[in-house]
T-cell receptor, first 112, second 111 residues
Framework: DQQVKQNSPSLSVQEGRISILNCDYT??????FLWYKKYPAEGPTFLIS?????DKNEDGRFTVFLNKSAKHLSLHIVPSQPGDSAVYFC???????????FGTGTSLTVIP | DVKVTQSSRYLVKRTGEKVFLECVQD?????MFWYRQDPGLGLRLIYF???????EKGDIPEGYSVSREKKERFSLILESASTNQTSMYLC??????????FGPGTRLTVT
């Protein structure tokens, strides 16, 4: 059973606007969450993370929000740029660091 | 910079062949992972290893085996390749709970 879910397979946004990518999880033992970005024919690259003791983490144009009660996290990209067009994966770890659980990905297209 | 390298970017093999995919990391990470990525299915964990000679099954280990004889190297073996193993294979490494670093991937086609 998928423990990390990304229910939107794709998202299109105009350049300069906000992109919001969503992720839900089911396991309350998850205590560390990450977002990865993946271009075609390349491996995923780390984007931003958040610990369960926080509800927000910001890094430049990227902000991750965590709502533990709803078991939901989101990635905000402001302003969106054409170079942000990629597949974004949400991932979670249960604290052991030995295993990470990935969502199915959301393909973001930023339209110039 | 952390570097994770994979032995091949593209590979074409025939059904029934034994296939070796190799992964090397240069950051002395304890943990190494093999995933496959398929459209609509995301990244699925095949095997991981948290120490030399240690291995743990992931979500989809059937048809695969692994070997970790040295800390920096983690090999994925397809004992008898089948067409349903055509996929993108991604290797990753990590230290503790911190982020994983991924290699560039190997696009394997089994005909």
């Amino acid at each position: 059973d998928q423990q990390v879910k990304q229910n939107s397979p794709s998202l299109s946004v105009q350049e300069g606007r906000i992109s919001i990518l969503n992720c839900d999880y089911t396991n309350s033992m998850f205590d560390y969450f990450l977002w990865y970005k993946k271009y075609p024919a390349e491996g995923p690259t780390f984007l931003i993370s958040i610990s369960s003791i926080k509800d927000k983490n910001e890094d430049g144009r990227f902000t991750v929000f965590l709502n533990k009660s709803a078991k939901h996290l989101s990635l905000h990209i402001v302003p969106s740029q054409p170079g942000d067009s990629a597949v974004y994966f949400c991932a979670a770890s249960d604290g052991t660091g030995n295993q990470f659980y990935f969502g199915t990905g959301t393909s973001l297209t930023v339209i110039p | 910079d952390v570097k994770v390298t994979q032995s091949s970017r593209y590979l074409v093999k025939r059904t029934g062949e034994k296939v070796f995919l190799e992964c090397v990391q240069d950051m002395d990470h304890e943990n190494m992972f093999w995933y496959r990525q398929d459209p609509g299915l995301g990244l699925r964990l095949i095997y991981f290893s948290y120490d030399v000679k240690m291995k743990e099954k992931g979500d989809i280990p059937e048809g695969y085996s692994v070997s970790r004889e040295k800390k920096e190297r983690f090999s994925l073996i397809l004992e008898s390749a089948s067409t349903n193993q055509t996929s993108m294979y991604l290797c990753a490494s990590s230290s503790g709970q911190r982020q994983q670093y991924f290699g560039p991937g190997t696009r394997l086609t089994v005909t």
